[in-house]
């Protein structure tokens, strides 16, 4: 997206709060990759997502230092709950000092896992799933997804345009876009759901289990 047309569309957005301003301001600081994070328009994109489909159960797979975990459970209804996963313990602490100080460690369970091991040991069924983890992995996130995704479920998944490398027809080693554009590919293909992209940030994909 145009930066200009982003720096305008978080003007007019409204704002992130101080904990979450912190968070991100944190995460710049001691972190290696912190475009890793969830944006601000971002953020509350997923906040009201939520709040409009008030799921009872989300699984979110890749929480960082826990931005979006914690905009996703702002959006949370009473008694719902999320599960959040996160391969790399060396970043956890921050996740959990944020999820302490936002004051909603009773919606989240943070869980230091590799999402796909632990998504194929786990029976528990989803109302909601968002997808943020290994780009490489996400065809095979998608596919064991559907499996804990209740009917009329839905799949979240960012970063589905990988700054518009998707369109690019060259032959590279870029690993990740390989994943993301098997995935997108898998998913349009797919007549057990209904689907949108959406322009947002670095592109999201809202799946809807039919």
Known sequence: MNTDIYNYIESVSSKEDKLLYNLRRETNLVTVHPRMLCGIVQGKFLEFIVSMLKPKNV????SFTAYST?????G??????????EKNDEINWIAQKYVGLSGLEDKIELITADALLWMNKTTTMFDMIYIDGDKREYPNY???ALKLLNKNGFIIADNVLWDNKVLADITNNDKMLDGIKEFNKMVSNDNTVEKVLLPVRDGIFLIKKI
Request: contains cysteine.
């Open 142 to 144: 998608y596919k064991r």
């Open 59 to 62: 699984l979110e797979i890749g």
């Open 70 to 74: 914690i905009c996703i459970a702002r």
């Open 76 to 85: 949370l209804s009473e008694n719902a709950k999320l599960i959040s996963l």
